[in-house]
């Protein structure tokens, strides 16, 4: 029998349906099956919404329906627990939650196929409404409150112990829009003019000269010039890449880890005529590259290979410059995919710390003398960034840092940590290395 | 796993009535597992065997969100029912087509686990609903089948219109 058509279309039902998917199936949440079957806009904006707000509170509306349940759920009611964090989620962080909101949220347990949990659920969230005050003042007195699983505040705090609560509060605050001009295809002004009829208030980047900030945030369909690939969607902190690599016409670069392919993109507007090589190791993410090349008129030669399988696609013929965007942690970028903290674990960050050593090991021999490497993480972890370019000159004798001379980010030993938050940026970790004789 | 096919009304397969399952051995467990991924992917709350081409005995159930509650009954028999519901059903082998049927409001069942253990159940609900809607497919029956002549006959027209539009989408795509 098919789902029914009152059940699909339900938006907190697909809310359930699209944390279920991230949380029990680690999809990623933009790729959510149960979010994109909602038919109406309102309702698939209201319920990704609540989807993110929920991943965003894990811990702390987990901590609030510990308190508020006389006994925790069944296992196989987690459906049940997922509608009760749904329901305080919108009473906590949504102004506007009536008691319309709570009968809603209640009845959804009759679609669920659970009509014994309607009183249960409507109970909760009555009580939740009534005590608010004392129970909030008391979750913030919990490491809950943060809503970071430990192992990460853990890391955060001891990485960073001046910062460490600026970090978590930015986490959970929403991100705002990015876009990045396309220098070869758009007319600023004209573009600017285009953005603000269409109802966009602009904003530009104290150190990202390409980037400008929209609001309210919008999906890209709605942005003109997006379509015609005048603008990419792209935070600033990412966009720093290019100032760093400064590339120059017929210089020979490789862009190791590309996909999606944005740092790409943008080094190609600022300088077309590049002997640029692109590489990932994923044919499906080369071929996403692609399509975002197309889109702005640009072209590179992309090939799908392992960066350090030289013999598969390297011609002996070393680089004036290397990008290598590593794979990391994604800890930067948590304000933007929130459930990043929840399926992300201490040990997958120990074999990404691995990879990046391979990685920076691997590359190296391909750069010229006197040539630079710009090794970039999206995280704020220390092993990842510092630490991880630290232990790489220890390993090699022909690397010298060079002093990034900029006023964005916080200085390290090797390199400069935007911290997520600063200048509205993402977290990211920019370090310059270069090739001595 | 793997994902197979599901029947389409008006195929005559769907009125196949399905044989008892006699052997509850790894062929068994592997068919469940298929079903169940088949079903989820759908995205259904229920799967008979005969859907997918198989005319055994056997039906699948999850009306949770979160495929947290697999249900699989081998052999099932209504014996059993009581009070009555109007609720709306789709049906996978029917896309696209809701109508409102009635059914029992509780059902008991028997039936076999997938170690051929019997056990018996009492229903309710969409429950009660999803296990009359797919026991009906085993007997050849489908949710279509109770409504009037007249209205089965616009379902058809339908189901026709739309495999016409997605047969001409492909053929566009394929010219592009």
């Not at chain 1, 004209?190 to 104290?206: I, N, P």
């Not at chain 1, 990008?323 to 970028?333: E, F, I, N, Q």
């Not at chain 2, 059993?80 to 996978?92: M, Y």
């Amino acid at each position: 029998m098919r789902r029914q058509k009152k059940v699909l279309q339900n938006p907190r039902i697909a809310a359930i349906g699209a944390l279920s998917e991230v949380l029990d199936t680690n999809k990623s949440l933009a790729d959510s099956e149960a979010l994109s079957r909602l038919r109406d806009s309102r309702d698939k904006a209201f319920a990704k919404n609540l989807t993110y707000g929920v991943l965003r509170w894990l811990s702390a509306l987990e901590w609030l329906a510990k308190q508020l349940l006389t006994r925790p759920l069944r296992k196989r009611d987690r459906d049940v627990k997922r509608l009760v964090l749904l329901g305080l989620q919108q009473i906590w962080h949504d102004q506007t939650a009536s008691h319309a909101a709570v009968y809603e949220t209640a009845e959804c347990a009759r679609l669920l196929g659970k009509a014994w949990a309607v009183g249960l659920v409507n109970a909760l969230l009555r009580r939740f409404q009534r005590e608010q005050d004392s129970l909030l003042s008391e979750l913030e007195q919990d490491p809950a409150w943060h809503a970071h699983p430990p192992w990460l505040l853990a890391e955060i705090q001891k990485d960073w112990p001046q910062n460490w609560m600026e970090v978590v509060i930015a986490n959970n605050l929403q991100a705002p829009l990015w876009l990045r001009i396309n220098r070869q295809s758009a007319d600023e002004a004209l573009l600017r003019e285009e953005l603000q009829s269409a109802g966009f208030e602009l904003s530009d980047h104290e150190f990202a000269r390409d980037a400008i900030r929209v609001s309210p945030a919008a999906a890209v369909g709605k942005i003109p010039g997006f379509e015609e690939g005048r603008l990419s969607v792209q935070d600033p902190a990412a966009q720093l890449a290019r100032d760093l690599l400064n590339p120059q016409p017929f210089e020979r670069i490789l862009d190791a880890c590309a996909a999606p392919g944005g740092k790409t993109a943008h080094l190609l507007e600022s300088c077309p005529e590049l002997d640029l090589t692109v590489l990932d190791k994923q044919a499906e993410r080369i071929e996403q590259i692609q399509q975002n090349l197309d889109r702005l008129g640009l072209a590179a030669a992309t090939t799908a290979a392992d960066a350090l399988l030289t013999d598969e696609w390297w011609n002996g013929k070393k680089f004036d410059k290397i990008l290598l965007d590593a794979p990391c942690s994604a800890t930067g970028v948590i304000r933007r995919h929130p459930e990043i903290k929840w399926l992300r674990t201490s040990r997958q960050v120990d074999a990404v710390v691995e990879t990046q050593a391979q990685l920076l090991d691997g590359l190296w021999p391909l750069l010229k003398t006197g040539g630079i490497l710009v090794y970039v993480t999206c995280s704020i972890l220390e092993r990842e960034n510092n630490r991880q370019v630290q232990l790489f000159l220890k390993r090699c004798i022909d690397a010298e840092v060079e002093v990034i001379a900029q006023d964005w980010g916080i200085a390290q030993t090797c390199g400069r940590q935007i911290l997520p938050g600063e200048t509205n940026m993402d977290g990211f970790f920019y370090a310059v290395l270069r090739k001595s004789s | 796993m793997a994902k197979l096919d599901i029947l389409e009304f008006p195929d005559p397969r769907l009125k196949t009535v399905a044989s008892e399952v006699k052997s509850f051995d790894i062929h068994l467990k592997t068919l469940i597992e298929d079903m169940l991924e088949t079903m989820y992917s759908a995205p259904g709350i229920g799967l008979a065997a005969t859907q997918v081409n198989v005319h055994e005995r056997l039906l699948v159930l999850d009306i949770s969100e979160d495929q947290s509650c697999p249900r699989v009954y081998v052999n099932p028999e209504v014996l059993s029912e009581s009070g009555e519901q109007d609720c709306e059903e789709g049906c996978l082998s029917v896309p696209g087509i809701y109508a409102r049927v009635k059914r029992a409001e509780s059902v008991i069942v028997k039936a076999q686990d997938p170690t051929g253990i019997f056990f018996e159940e009492q229903l309710e609900n969409l429950h009660a609903v999803c296990i009359q809607h797919e026991i009906d497919h085993l007997n050849g029956r489908l949710f279509v089948d109770y409504l009037s002549p007249l209205k089965r006959n616009m379902v058809r027209r339908k189901l026709e219109k739309q495999r016409k539009v997605a047969a001409q989408d492909a053929e566009e795509h394929r010219l592009i």
